[in-house]
């Protein structure tokens, strides 16, 4: 790896990219499941021009993402976000082939103003508790993310002429899991919603499934969406990565500026929690390093960045040599919901700025 490199910088590695979108298309070869890359987690061109070659399509959540995949003309486009605003509502649907709206609220609102080629569909909240992180976790009573199924198997029951347009039905439950979740879901699906299934074009069934991993059940998964899709031939089958795709395809390379002696010595990185890494406030995750040890060692640093705030801190960790001024530390696995993080996750704009 190249150490001099005069700032911060963020390492693709492309060869790895590819080794996770093989795996990919294999998967589309054999289940006939379409893989709509989610656009939130990295959204640099010069990754996005090699993703593009191997998925279907696109999952975008407003216009500004819309506007970084407009090039990819022949590829699918799935849009959905928390909250639409009303002027961002006709354009978006134009351009999707599917869209999926969040709230009953949302959907009584803009499903018959949506374009007549889009096909829609609404996210549901299955409310499976599974053991994943907490910042991904929509089974509690207070998410914001998708209908209580509950509540919808209600509506819907008492009024289904409000569901006459609905096409598919979305679940984004999963973060960092394996096929054992990806079954309970699809039990749930088949069900309670065995009546609307059959009426049903597509689902969505998210991202979180580690199918790049080396340790995932890939033919295990295969059988299972095959054995779905037999019951269910009509309906499309979706997946919208990222993390899967981009997991372990590149690095954050940082340098050494200072070393102050305390205990443990305290490194200042030419970087910082709030510019660069800002997935480490938001989540409390702690990032691997190259070169560090997992157990005790008697050179312990405590990483920090080197604004002005002092809870401006990577955490304490091991090495098995002496760390000296200049030296490179490298962050492992950094290409996925990092760089996004610093000004346009999900496609958000910047704030306006005026003077009165």
């Given at each position: 790896m190249p150490n001099n490199r005069e700032k911060p910088t963020f390492v693709l590695l492309k060869d790895k990219l590819q080794k996770n979108l093989d795996i990919c298309q294999e998967l589309t070869q054999y289940t006939n499941t379409q893989i709509l890359y989610t656009l939130k987690g990295f959204d640099k061109v010069e990754g996005v021009s090699q993703i593009a070659n191997s998925v279907s399509g696109f999952s975008i959540g407003n216009i500004n993402e819309l506007s970084q995949i407009e090039c990819y003309t022949d590829k699918r486009i799935h849009t959905y976000a928390p909250a639409y605003h009303p002027k961002e509502v006709i354009p978006l649907s134009k351009a999707s082939d599917t869209m999926s709206f969040n709230s009953i609220t949302q959907?009584?609102?803009?499903?018959?103003?949506?374009?007549?080629?889009?096909?829609?569909?609404?996210?549901?909240?299955?409310?499976?508790?599974?053991?994943?992180?907490?910042?991904?976790?929509?089974?509690?009573?207070?998410?914001?993310?998708?209908?209580?199924?509950?509540?919808?198997?209600?509506?819907?029951?008492?009024?289904?002429?409000?569901?006459?347009?609905?096409?598919?039905?979305?679940?984004?439950?999963?973060?960092?899991?394996?096929?054992?979740?990806?079954?309970?879901?699809?039990?749930?699906?088949?069900?309670?919603?065995?009546?609307?299934?059959?009426?049903?074009?597509?689902?969505?069934?998210?991202?979180?499934?580690?199918?790049?991993?080396?340790?995932?059940?890939?033919?295990?998964?295969?059988?299972?969406?095959?054995?779905?899709?037999?019951?269910?031939?009509?309906?499309?089958?979706?997946?919208?990565?990222?993390?899967?795709?981009v997991a372990n395809t590149g690095y954050f390379q940082t340098t050494i500026l200072d070393i102050i002696e305390e205990s443990p010595s305290i490194v200042i990185l030419d970087t910082s929690i709030e510019a660069h890494l800002l997935d480490i406030a938001i989540t409390n995750q702690k990032p691997k390093i190259k070169k560090s040890s997992n157990a005790p060692t008697p050179y312990a640093y405590r990483l920090t960045g080197v604004s002005c705030v002092e809870t401006d801190n990577i955490g304490t960790y091991y090495f098995h040599s002496p760390l000296q001024i200049g030296d490179t530390i490298i962050f492992e696995d950094m290409i996925g919901y990092t760089m996004v993080k610093q000004t346009r996750f999900n496609g958000i704009g910047d704030v306006g700025f005026e003077v009165e």
């Open positions: 959907w009584t609102q803009y499903h018959q103003i949506s374009s007549p080629n889009t096909s829609i569909g609404l996210r549901i909240n299955p409310k499976i508790s599974l053991s994943q992180p907490s910042h991904c976790d929509s089974s509690h009573s207070q998410s914001r993310f998708g209908v209580s199924y509950s509540k919808f198997l209600l509506i819907y029951n008492s009024n289904r002429e409000l569901f006459r347009d609905l096409d598919g039905l979305h679940f984004h439950i999963f973060c960092h899991q394996k096929l054992s979740s990806l079954k309970i879901l699809l039990k749930h699906i088949a069900t309670s919603y065995r009546d609307i299934l059959p009426k049903l074009k597509w689902l969505n069934l998210g991202g979180g499934q580690e199918f790049t991993s080396t340790n995932y059940d890939k033919n295990g998964l295969y059988k299972l969406l095959n054995t779905f899709r037999l019951e269910y031939p009509h309906i499309t089958i979706y997946f919208e990565p990222c993390s899967a795709i």
